[in-house]
């Protein structure tokens, strides 16, 4: 544990490669990535649960800045760090690259953010936040609800680290570890955050994501060009929403830019 999160890493040298999951899911969806990463990265890497998952403490109140001034405690600020985060991780990933964090970012990989939001879907996520934490008689159950929660269904099996550490047993009877209320976080202003990053960004999105369209994420790289041209876009052919877990040497080949 770092402070209020647990965190898993390894590696050695100067250079961080910070590790974020999405809503959900754990630090452990990175679990494959160990011997990928001794081929494409030269140096640490740590990977964290976000706060109100895994083995995280949760917060008093879910906000894209609040959970990214979390993840910041446990980075040395002078240390050059590259962030690879995924999904709502994307999101804190270049929250922490803007001006509110006394950070060493030198570069964002932001993987499968969804930057378009309707209101229906934000009711949905706020009326999600609202409900209380479900009990579940057996592991089986929570692990099914805990897989189609984080998107990992059909991707990670249900005895998985992944999977286990997102679970909580108390008293015979078990639940999420993830807090409810972190799906009150809302929609990200894409543009500003973009904006304020102070480092190259790259947008990527598997072929098949249903959360995100690659015009969706080439027309955030035009229009954040007349402040910021070092934001680019690409889709990985073939994979889907969690590339990171179907093929992480995919997505491990998007940080050579940046090591």
């Given at each position: 544990?770092?402070?209020?999160?647990?965190?898993?890493?390894?590696?050695?040298?100067?250079?961080?490669?910070?590790?974020?999951?999405?809503?959900?899911?754990?630090?452990?969806?990175?679990?494959?990535?160990?011997?990928?990463?001794?081929?494409?990265?030269?140096?640490?890497?740590?990977?964290?649960?976000?706060?109100?998952?895994?083995?995280?403490?949760?917060?008093?109140?879910?906000?894209?800045?609040?959970?990214?001034?979390?993840?910041?405690?446990?980075?040395?600020?002078?240390?050059?760090?590259?962030?690879?985060?995924?999904?709502?991780?994307?999101?804190?990933?270049?929250?922490?690259?803007?001006?509110?964090?006394?950070?060493?970012?030198?570069?964002?990989?932001?993987?499968?953010?969804?930057?378009?939001?309707?209101?229906?879907?934000?009711?949905?996520?706020?009326?999600?936040?609202?409900?209380?934490?479900?009990?579940?008689?057996?592991?089986?159950?929570?692990?099914?609800?805990?897989?189609?929660?984080?998107?990992?269904?059909?991707?990670?099996?249900?005895?998985?680290?992944?999977?286990?550490?997102?679970?909580?047993?108390?008293?015979?009877r078990w639940?999420?570890?993830?807090?409810?209320?972190?799906?009150?976080?809302?929609?990200?202003?894409?543009?500003?955050?973009?904006?304020?990053?102070r480092v190259?960004?790259?947008?990527?999105?598997?072929?098949?994501?249903?959360?995100?369209?690659?015009?969706?994420?080439?027309?955030?790289?035009?229009?954040?060009?007349?402040?910021?041209?070092?934001?680019?876009a690409v889709?990985?052919?073939?994979?889907?929403?969690?590339?990171?877990?179907?093929?992480?040497?995919?997505?491990?080949?998007?940080?050579?830019?940046?090591?």
């Amino acid at each position: 544990m770092t402070g209020d999160l647990r965190m898993r890493g390894g590696g050695s040298g100067e250079r961080l490669l910070l590790l974020l999951h999405g809503l959900g899911a754990t630090g452990d969806v990175w679990d494959a990535w160990p011997p990928v990463l001794a081929r494409h990265w030269p140096g640490r890497w740590l990977a964290p649960d976000l706060p109100g998952h895994g083995g995280s403490d949760p917060l008093d109140d879910y906000s894209f800045e609040a959970l990214a001034a979390a993840v910041a405690r446990a980075v040395e600020p002078a240390r050059p760090t590259v962030v690879l985060g995924h999904s709502l991780g994307g999101v804190l990933a270049l929250a922490l690259a803007g001006d509110g964090f006394d950070l060493r970012i030198e570069a964002v990989v932001g993987l499968g953010i969804k930057v378009a939001w309707t209101a229906e879907e934000l009711d949905r996520a706020g009326a999600l936040a609202g409900r209380s934490v479900a009990w579940f008689d057996s592991p089986a159950e929570a692990a099914a609800r805990h897989l189609r929660v984080s998107g990992l269904a059909g991707l990670v099996e249900p005895d998985a680290p992944a999977v286990r550490h997102g679970l909580r047993e108390e008293g015979g009877r078990w639940r999420l570890a993830l807090d409810p209320r972190a799906f009150g976080v809302g929609a990200p202003d894409m543009p500003a955050l973009l904006a304020a990053a102070r480092v190259p960004v790259l947008l990527a999105r598997g072929e098949r994501d249903p959360m995100v369209t690659g015009a969706q994420l080439t027309g955030l790289a035009r229009g954040a060009g007349e402040h910021h041209p070092g934001v680019e876009a690409v889709t990985l052919p073939g994979l889907g929403h969690n590339a990171h877990v179907e093929d992480p040497e995919a997505v491990a080949r998007l940080l050579r830019p940046y090591r």
